[in-house]
């Protein structure tokens, strides 16, 4: 009997551990998604509705969550500001009219858009272009290098799952052989002036 009791003490242990544990996961889910409701979950302290600071700030962003992934999103998550980072990255493109060119025939309202939110959010600065001061040109600051494994881990999977993509075969082949060290010279790259693909400091051009 003593055996029963303890075998049934020990289930009933399990099974309250079982569902504290998914409890808890349920919990962190719901808090992680919650950009996608219109529901937030109310932080200590936290209140609802409009504060008088919030009233007199009308350019102040808002974050819909603290969730790591909503962060991302409100800053790149738009159809438009990865491809701008793409073209810089990629194809070495710095202006207002190269970005403009591409041929997703971006709008020149979304652009300039982005542009600055890309700028304010400390993802790209803008100078004056070496070659001509009258131009002005964007670059990666070591916050918008940061998102370049993002790019290619983007890249790896639509090369996997798109059957019409684009991307070079060697290259993912490259890419997936040797992500971190692949990764590490696409950021030295960038970061000298050049792109992956187009110019004369091109990083296929240096492997070939």
Request: hydrophobic fraction near 40%; proline fraction near 3%; charged fraction near 25%.
């Amino acid at each position: 009997m003593r055996n029963s009791s303890s075998r049934a003490a020990v289930k009933a242990a399990q099974i309250r551990s079982q569902e504290k544990s998914s409890l808890q996961m349920s919990t962190v889910l719901l808090y992680c998604l919650q950009f996608t409701s219109k529901n937030t979950i109310l932080k200590p302290g936290r209140k609802i509705g409009k504060s008088k600071e919030g009233e007199n700030m009308k350019h102040t962003h808002h974050r819909r969550s603290d969730c790591p992934i909503n962060f991302a999103l409100e800053i790149f998550g738009d159809p438009w500001s990865l491809l701008i980072i793409r073209d810089i990255v990629y194809f070495g493109k710095s202006t207002y009219g190269e970005f403009l060119a591409s041929e997703e025939g971006m709008a020149t309202n979304i652009l300039a858009s982005r542009l600055a939110q890309l700028e304010h959010q400390g993802i790209l600065v803008k100078k004056l272009s070496e070659k001509d001061r009258r131009k002005e040109e964007y670059v990666l600051t070591e916050r918008g290098l940061d998102l370049i494994p993002v790019l290619v881990e983007m890249a790896n999977w639509s090369a996997e799952h798109d059957p019409h993509t684009a991307a070079p075969p060697a290259w993912i082949a490259l890419m997936k052989a040797d992500r971190e060290e692949m990764i590490r010279l696409m950021r030295e790259t960038v970061q000298s002036g050049g792109s992956v693909f187009v110019g004369e400091k091109s990083l296929v051009g240096q492997l070939v």
